[in-house]
């Protein structure tokens, strides 16, 4: 029998650090590190990092982890319509007067076929012109059309651009060709002229009359009917344009908002307009743009539901902009069509991606109609029509080169990037807000990555072309606020614009590529001082002889030489012949005379020097350095 201290004894106590067992202060041993406890081996972990990284810096970075999964529970944006009553109420009328589901179905039906035969009506008088009595039916020419070639494109004498007169031709502008400008630097005698429109001469009478107004048959044949005031740059127009060979003297005139190009010596072919041959065609962008904003307005104004409304509005804009606002350069107009057709299908599948991850999650359960067409839809336009909304900003191409060369670019380029920046830490915040900003910095960190590798591709150069700048950006505004709406819509525009007017460019294009008709940074050739005979007292013309090193540099054959900006010598090195020297006599006294060289491989030629000056009087002047 236990005694009543026994059994009144203290039951044992466990702990969860006992390990199951209860020992002395003396009953302790040393153990192995491998048989140390996991919770042992991070303390001691813990200790060393503490030793040499402040305690700060983890703290610090535990808090942004923490802020960036944004508030618990998240909260959704959600748009509360301004005025709702007034809003809603093209909903309510089409419940009124449509209350079926069929109804709407037929009603829907019925919309598009009147949007369609008014767009095609409209479109094909638009795009196809009567004859101009006398001259027949006006071919479309396209805003850089000309007759003349750069450098040697036109063969020696400029025989492969013949005829250089006595010969008409009707023809038809489409509108807006007076933004149209040189993208690369362009020789007219000893200037070098970029960015401007390439127009070469004008009135060279007081009264500016068009029978005494001549260019240059190198000039934009557009640039110069509008510079003539012989069409309109709003809408275009057609009519004959006529050759009229060799002339002197093309003066610089500043007419029309376009300033043209002097040139003081003689040119093999020139052209001027007839008058009184002016037709009443038209580019009717301006009244299919009517067409198109009213159809898209009433849709966005009358629908609810995002799978209505984003494809149809998709499908119309696409069109507009291939077909009327901003069309390929083709002077077809069937392939016009065949293109935006073939450019429709893949657009159209990145379209679908884009509204299933971002525009239906935003515009689902939406009912702020005017609110949506005003952001939403008005941003798609001024995206998609970007030829004219950001015509203005000065940076045609987002390339070094245009960025180093073209005034403004820099000043335009740092705004650009600041705008976007604050977007971007607005639209950051909103997706924290809804608890989805780790998701997201995680694609965009997966996109800066894949465009870093790309960067890092030898011999190739990265261009982020602006429907790639739409897909890019376009998931950080899939939330229903009303900047979201606005971007959105921008953005989506964008990539309409793009892909209708230009095709899938790739994000990976080689230098030549970029370069275009730019320089090529060839070797060029060193001209001694020239041997000029003046011929004073004698029946002969002048004449002026140019020698260089033989034989020539390897991998070159021959020498190209423009004068007045013709190819007029061609000349090659073959076996046992030396090719040192070439005589030009002068062609037209009392003129100036613009040579300028270059070396020849085969038939393909490198860059031509900047132009050496013969003076009317017979004075030299030295090319300068670089090419032209």
Known sequence: MLSRDATEAPPHVYRDDDAGSVHSEDDTSLI?????????????????????????????????????????????????????????????????????????????????????????LVLHKSAFSSDIPGYGSPVRIRCEDRFW????????????????????????CPANCKRVQLLNPHAVGDQVVNYRPLVVGGPTDEEETLENTIYRSDSFICGAAIHAGF?????????????????????????????????????PKAFSFLSGTQSKCRDLRWPLLAVSLTFTILLSLFTTSPAVFFPSVFFGIFFHVALASDPPNLTDYYAIVSIALGRFLPAAFCMFAVYKFCVRRQLLGLHAQIEKTVLWLGGCWVGALNNYTFDKIPIERLTPHDIQNQPGAIPALIIIVILLFCIALGQAWALRVEGRLPRYLAIYAIFGAVILSLVAVPKMNVRIHHYILGLLLVPGTAMQNRPSLLFQGILVGLFINGI???????????????RGDAPLGTLLPAIAPPIIHMNFNLSLMPNITFEWDSPLPKDYDGISILVNDVERFRGYEDVGKKLESWTWVRKMEGLPEYFRFAFMKGSERGDYTKAGIWRAEGGWVNMGSGPS
């Not at 005025?83 to 079926?100: A, D, E, G, W």
């Not at 060799?246 to 190009?261: A, D, L, M, P």
């Not at 790739?506 to 970029?514: C, F, G, N, V």
């Open 32 to 120: 192995n590190t491998s048989e140390a406890s996991d919770e042992e081996y991070y303390s001691q972990e813990r200790h060393l990092v503490n030793k040499y990284i402040p305690s700060q810096i983890p703290q610090t970075f535990r808090r942004i982890a923490k802020w960036t999964k944004g508030p618990d529970p998240p909260r959704p944006w959600k748009i509360h319509p301004i005025f709702p009553r007034v809003q809603t109420t093209p909903i309510q009328f089409l419940n009124n007067y449509f209350p079926k589901r069929k109804h709407k179905v037929a009603l829907l039906v019925f919309f598009y076929l009147c949007w369609f035969l008014s767009f095609a």
């Open 149 to 172: 070639s750069d450098g040697n494109g036109c063969g020696l004498n400029g025989d492969l651009c013949r005829p250089f007169e006595n010969s008409t031709m009707a023809f038809r």
């Open 231 to 267: 069409i309109n740059d709003r809408a275009g127009g057609c009519g004959v344009v006529s050759l009229v060979g060799e002339k002197t003297g093309f003066s610089s005139v500043n007419k029309n908002h376009i300033n043209s190009i002097s040139f003081d010596s003689y040119f």
């Open 500 to 514: 209708a007017r230009w095709g899938f460019d790739s994000i990976l294009q080689t230098p030549a590529e970029l």
